[in-house]
Nanobody, 119 residues
Framework: QVQLVESGGGLVQAGGSLRLSCAASGSIGVLYTMSWYRQAPGKQRELVASITHGGNTNYADSVKGRFTISRDNAQNTLSLQMNSLKPEDTAVYYC?????????????WGQGTQVTVSS
């Protein structure tokens, strides 16, 4: 099993910044992808950004140029630097780890951290 613990959420004014962190522990393999998802009230969970073990990143169009995802493979930690925040960024943000555990790929999720951006 893998455990993920997020931190860093909170309330910020539009235009402000927040940094989310996620610490992973447990049965973590070598090659795995980590991601941030978010879910706003009444909406489906959506991918915000992802990063592979090798450092390849992918961002949702809505956050490109404002958010930066990074990871420390030695510490098994994931971060999301969020700048120029907008009210529409308000959501619960979830850390995700995806790795292959024979015979299939498996997803693990954190408990989520609330981000609220006021206008």
């Amino acid at each position: 099993q893998v455990q993920l613990v997020e931190s860093g959420g909170g309330l910020v004014q539009a235009g402000g910044s927040l940094r989310l962190s996620c610490a992973a522990s447990g049965s973590i393999g070598v090659l795995y992808t980590m991601s941030w998802y978010r879910q706003a009230p009444g909406k489906q969970r959506e991918l915000v950004a992802s990063i592979t073990h090798g450092g390849n990143t992918n961002y949702a169009d809505s956050v490109k140029g404002r958010f930066t995802i990074s990871r420390d493979n030695a510490q098994n930690t994931l971060s999301l630097q969020m700048n120029s925040l907008k009210p529409e960024d308000t959501a619960v943000y979830y850390c995700n780890l995806n790795q292959f555990q024979f015979p299939r790929w498996k997803d693990y999720w954190g408990q989520g951290t609330q981000v609220t951006v006021s206008s």
